[in-house]
Nanobody
């Protein structure tokens, strides 16, 4: 059974940084495999959105709203992936979810993996940015 568990959410001041992590079990992050790793967020009053994704060959993609401030990375040894959030703004506040899409032919466009809604989701970690 595939499970994803997020960690690292916290309350920070504007301009601050956070590191979110997603631990994957039941599935091996193997460069020979086919998958797409995604971070989504749900902000109050806004539709849930994909913000950063990375595929098995290391290619990454970001939503315009976070490009240049957030960085997605993967640790195949520890079977985890991460999201570094820099220069945080109050509008970044929300629940952040990690997602794994198992597919050998998955597209990654502007921070969203194709068919992410049908993937494996974590329970979410809260990020709050306020002064």
């Amino acid at each position: 059974q595939v499970q994803l568990v997020e960690s690292g959410g916290d309350s920070v001041q504007p301009g601050g940084s956070l590191n979110l992590s997603c631990t994957v079990s039941g599935f091996t992050l193997d460069p020979r495999g086919g998958y797409c790793l995604n971070w989504f967020r749900q902000r109050p009053g806004i539709e849930r959105e994909g913000i950063a994704g990375i595929v098995a060959d290391g290619r990454a993609s970001y939503a315009d709203s976070v490009k240049g401030r957030f960085t997605i990375s993967e640790d195949k040894v520890k079977n985890t992936f991460h999201l570094r959030l820099n220069n945080l703004k109050p509008t970044d506040s929300g629940m952040y979810y990690c997602v794994l899409v198992e597919s050998s032919d998955v597209r990654l466009i502007r921070g969203t993996c194709d068919d992410a809604e049908s993937g494996h989701w974590g329970q979410g970690t809260q990020v709050t940015v306020s002064s």
